[in-house]
């Protein structure tokens, strides 16, 4: 049982985790033992959090945007540079967009889709060596970061937001099926209110937000790690194609 949420010999890569959710999982998958490597756009940023991060253990930055194929292909060659495998993949990099439905521009639907929907499958792909090298030993682990909004309706404006993390959702699935025949165990978290950049609503008018939700509070540090820790361990192991919902019980409430 010591063993059972123990990270300890493996090394992961979270998308997006200069910041927020990213780096919430990044600091727990540390603490549990495991080499973390994370990328963000902003090299700067990128670099600063695992300078701070590596207080808690080996954590290394590989800059990109992974919006793009070409950016994916890019990030992946990096951690192919350094490392012959990969246990754990986090897609985690994500984009928001909000703009009446008369007014939704193009622009803010092709930007969200690209990153929140495309970009998982295609770094899943060309990371995909890495994960079968490591998948030899014991199951390899792709956890993609949803969100509630793709389970159930947000009052917000969000369309290409809604619509991407439904598909990733679904996507998941897909994937699950194909990837467990190699030993690549791929599920998902939907989370909901946690404090970040992205979600300003529960960073900003913490209390506000927490009243409207089941649990009394809004998501913290340990909840979002605890949650990546269990699917990424040999804890969840047998978690194929799921997504765990980490929202104090928004879901259900709306």
């Known amino acids: 049982m010591n063993d059972l949420f123990s990270l300890k010999g493996r090394t992961a890569l979270v998308t997006g985790g200069s910041r927020g959710i990213g780096r919430m999982i ?69 984009a928001a967009w909000g703009a009446p439905f008369d ?65 990733l959702i679904h996507l998941t699935q897909r994937m699950a099926l194909r990837l ?6 791929v599920s998902a978290i939907a989370p909901g209110a946690f404090a970040s950049d992205m979600n300003r609503d529960a960073r900003d008018h913490g209390t506000e937000v927490a009243a409207r939700v089941p649990a009394g509070r809004i998501g913290q540090d340990e909840d979002m790690a605890g949650a990546a820790i269990y699917l990424a361990s040999r804890a969840g192991d047998y978690v194929v194609g799921a997504t765990l919902v980490v929202d104090g019980g928004v879901s259900f409430a709306r």
Do not use: M
């Open 180 to 185: 467990i025949q190699d030993n690549i165990v």
């Open 26 to 94: 990044a600091a727990g998958f540390l603490a549990a033992g495991a080499r973390v490597y994370i990328s963000a756009r902003k090299a700067d940023a990128c670099n600063q959090t695992a300078a701070e991060l590596n207080e808690i253990g080996p954590c290394f930055s590989l800059p990109a945007d992974v919006s793009t194929v070409e950016g994916a292909h890019a990030l992946a060659a990096a951690y192919a540079q350094r490392e012959p495998q990969l246990d754990i993949l986090v897609n985690n990099a994500g």
């Open 103 to 167: 007014e939704f521009p193009e622009k803010g639907w092709d930007k969200v889709v690209d990153l929140n929907l495309k970009a998982p499958f295609f770094l899943t792909q060309a990371l995909t060596p890495q994960l079968r090298k490591a998948a030899e030993l014991r199951p390899a682990k792709v956890i993609h970061i949803a969100s509630i909004d793709g389970i159930s309706i947000n009052p917000q404006e969000t369309y290409s937001y809604a619509a991407s993390k439904a598909g």
